[in-house]
């Protein structure tokens, strides 16, 4: 299939996701807005949680830059910056709500590759740092991207709170400086 229509396919994928819910997404849906007959799509993906795994790893929508800002603390900040426009801005943040948040309700939907393939990227910043000399090798470096995008996740999305420009810095100096 060629990128261009594979990418159509993923964005209609995914602005249905946001738009009705992952019980509202149906491949149906995702063929009438994309163009692609629904026999096409059910070859290359078995199921509409195949079909919305592979849209959160592979559109732009949801892409990851791993920052490199010559520090870890710049890192660390740019990254929670990241998360919080992700969830925060949409159309990202109608699309990660209601699909990861739909992965708690239904376990068909394996969110481990989009997570997995997230860390894969992040795991520069660790690597990095620890060669500059200001990590130890011992960390781990998935507690603290857990810790700093769990600390986004609850504050925007299950507290349904702002988060504001100064909450990068201040939750990463929180983790790196402690309270």
């Known amino acids: 299939m060629a990128p261009r229509k594979q990418q159509e396919i993923f964005d209609a994928t995914l602005r249905l996701v946001a738009e009705r819910g992952y019980d509202g997404l149906t491949v149906e ?3 009438e807005r ?7 799509i059910y070859r290359w993906w078995p199921s509409k949680a195949a079909l919305l795994g592979a849209a959160l790893v592979e559109s732009d929508v949801l892409g990851l830059d791993s920052p490199d800002t010559g520090s870890l603390r710049g890192d660390l900040v740019a990254l929670v910056e990241e998360v919080r426009r992700l969830l925060t801005e949409p159309p990202g943040s109608d699309v990660a709500v209601a699909a990861l948040g739909a992965a708690v309700r239904h376990p068909e939907l394996d969110v481990r590759r989009f997570f997995a393939d997230r ?10 740092a620890v060669s500059r000399g200001e ?3 011992s960390v781990d470096p998935m507690l603290i991207v857990d810790l700093l995008a769990g600390a986004v996740w609850m504050r925007a999305v299950f507290r349904g709170l702002r988060v504001d ?4 810095t201040d939750a990463v100096s929180a983790l790196l400086d402690g309270v």
Do not use: C, M, P, Q
């Open 165 to 168: 420009d100064a909450f990068a």
């Open 135 to 137: 990590l130890k090798a």
């Open 29 to 31: 849906g995702v063929a």
């Open 119 to 128: 860390f894969a990227r992040e795991r520069e910043i660790f690597e990095r």
């Open 34 to 40: 994309s163009g692609v007959n629904k026999t096409t």
